[in-house]
């Protein structure tokens, strides 16, 4: 079964440096999304991204973050400077179709750790 | 931001019986309901979902039911078995379109003993 694929699965980062997370949708689906959980919390959105531009952002998502469809195949997630609050799993999703009966499938993750 | 609550962090139950996992929101705007299971170091997968005009909806041992008066959906997995031992997630959708983003419950551990 097709699955999303992140990498890498953990990151450790000094705060104030540029960190990327990657991702390999499906490769037949067309709506993509970065969220976050921070350890103990719940699972947070923070960006759709469609037809190669931003359909939504949260508040979470300020001018640090940036996300990138660079070749047709890569989703990545780009933290501009890291800060120690940014330390999460982040998980990227995939959707086929706009209706509303084709969930979204996730990956396993990216643990970022901030020090 | 509390639009989707999952009250129960936990549930424990014997293998064979019927896990029941609960999920309550307040945006009546929602139109679909989803849950998704998660393992340790796994991403959440997928499970069943429920459109806001239907109120039940069954896949095998799993059944979703949706009170839309009482704003209250409610996972049942007959019978449980030990591999269906995770963390299960609520999550709403709104309207169609490019977003569709999933606002998340914070998650029931279930843990069925064999």
């Known amino acids: 079964e097709p699955e999303v694929t992140q990498t890498p699965s953990h990151q450790v980062t000094q705060m104030g440096q540029e960190v990327i997370l990657r991702c390999v949708p499906i490769s037949n689906h067309l709506y993509f999304y970065w969220y976050r959980q921070i350890l103990g919390q719940k699972v947070e959105f923070l960006v759709s991204?469609?037809?190669?531009?931003?359909?939504?952002k949260s508040e979470i998502f300020d001018d640090q973050f940036s996300v990138e469809r660079p070749d047709g195949s890569n989703f990545t997630l780009k933290i501009r400077s890291t800060k120690l609050e940014d330390s999460a799993m982040y998980f990227c999703?995939?959707?086929?179709?706009?209706?509303?009966?084709?969930?979204?499938?996730f990956g396993d993750g990216t643990r970022l750790s901030i020090l | 931001d509390q639009q989707v609550k999952q009250n129960s962090p936990s549930l424990s139950v014997q293998e064979g019986r019927i896990s029941i996992l609960n999920c309550d929101y307040t945006?009546?705007?929602?139109?679909?309901f989803l849950w998704y299971k998660k393992y340790p170091a796994e991403g959440p997968t997928f499970l069943i979902s429920i459109s806001s005009i239907k109120d039940k909806n069954e896949d095998g041992r799993f059944t979703v039911f949706l009170n839309k008066s009482a704003k209250h959906l409610s996972l049942h997995i007959v019978p449980s078995q030990p591999g269906d031992s995770a963390v299960y997630f609520c999550a709403a959708s709104g309207n169609g379109g490019a977003t569709n983003k999933l606002i998340f419950g914070t998650g029931t551990l279930l843990a069925v003993q064999p």
């Open positions: 999703a995939s959707r086929q179709g706009s209706n509303s009966n084709q969930p979204q499938h």
């Open positions: 945006n009546s705007m929602f139109d679909y």
């Open positions: 991204f469609y037809n190669n531009e931003i359909s939504e």
